[in-house]
């Protein structure tokens, strides 16, 4: 069984775009190092990416209009291409589980562990927590590449939270990295990725 990173909505429109979160810049480099690491291990990466139909989502009602399907908003931020066998998951609700694929494609690439990576931490980062604790994944939340709208203490109490009501692991991308480095690489990945170009 193996570990999948999870990369929640780093989208230009969250990282600089009209609803940017001010301390997502500053998770970038975490990410793309922790991604670079799995894919070195032949680990899945499973890019979470907000993506509304206007004028249909109800969620739009309450945030007003973001992450359009098809435009600029709704892509990953260039920094943090997905590459060839990477995935891409669209959601249209706070969790990266709800009327997704994600959870039949993380069974079949056998994956029994998420690591959540992205923004927000108190919102789409916690819902998809919470969806892959029902589930019975074991969750681990890296400290230091998640952010929060609201700070950086409001980024700490989302993590505490994920911890003692999902039983998540706290780790640095540092410690996830070590702790894959101490492993051996896992077989080869069944199948292409399903990254958009
Ligand atoms: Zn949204």
Redesign the pocket.
């Given at each position: 069984m193996a570990t999948a990173l999870l990369i929640v909505d780093m989208l230009n429109e969250f990282v600089s775009g009209k609803m940017r979160c001010d301390d997502a810049p500053g998770i970038v480099p975490k990410i793309k190092g922790l991604a670079d690491c799995f894919r070195k291990k032949g680990l899945p990466v499973v890019y979470i990416c907000?993506t509304?139909y206007p004028g249909v989502d109800r969620?739009l009602e309450l945030?007003g209009e973001?992450?359009i399907s098809g435009t600029w908003g709704a892509e990953v931020v260039d920094e943090l291409k997905p590459q060839g066998r990477d995935f891409v998951v669209r959601k249209r609700r706070y969790s990266g589980f709800f009327q997704t694929d994600l959870d039949l494609l993380l069974r079949e690439l056998e994956v029994d562990r998420v690591a959540l990576t992205g923004i927000d931490t108190n919102i789409c980062v916690r819902h998809t927590a919470a969806d892959a604790f029902f589930r019975g994944y074991r969750v681990a939340v890296v400290r230091d590449a998640v952010a929060s709208w609201d700070g950086a203490k409001a980024n700490e109490e989302g993590i505490r939270y994920m911890s003692e009501i999902y039983g998540a692991e706290v780790q640095s991308a540092e410690e996830i990295i070590e702790s894959l480095e101490q492993k051996g690489t896992h077989r080869q990945e069944k199948g292409q990725g399903g990254a958009n170009p």
């Open positions: 907000d509304h969620e945030w973001h992450a």
